[in-house]
């Protein structure tokens, strides 16, 4: 695949910013990749970039297919799967710095909050992660009740350490939390 533009990046991460989901930077870099790809193919069928991508399709339809290709395995996992990468994400958050709390989630983890971050709800409050046969990864507040929003990265060892520093920035403050309804 063709080397980003620096523009296109910032182009993706506008997508994905205006969705509630959380986006990994793997997947803008990727998605970044692709949307220049397409550009390039553009030129080569003599359209100028800047044209072939003036109403923005490009962008979005690049950004919509590296996002798909993380909502849904091809293949249910099974429990076995499901539990090392989801030791994998203990590790990673864990390694982010917090606390691992009990949860009510079923195949979660579940984090504290952090001093200064958001509160949600009544619950014990923090975040927790969860990954499931049939999804991506997915995060809920720490209830037994929660709105659950998608955590978009690969469901990896390598992802899960992504999954975590999302997680950590919406603990912190520094993401935008997808729980907050003026997102």
Known sequence: MTTPTTDSPARIRR???????????SLVTDAAALLDAYLATAEQHGQDRKAADEEG???LAAAEAVSKKHSRPKTERVASELHELLAHVRTALTAEGLTVVSTPVRMGVAVAPV???????TGPGGLAVALYSDSGW???TNSTRSTVH???APVT???AAEVAQLVHGVLRGDVADPFRRNR
């Open 15 to 25: 997508i994905y910013d205006g969705y509630a989901g959380l986006y990994a930077d």
């Open 57 to 59: 399709w490009l962008a």
């Open 115 to 121: 001093p200064g971050g958001p509160v949600w709800g």
């Open 138 to 140: 997915q995060l809920s």
């Open 150 to 152: 998608s955590i978009y």
């Open 157 to 159: 060892e390598a992802g």
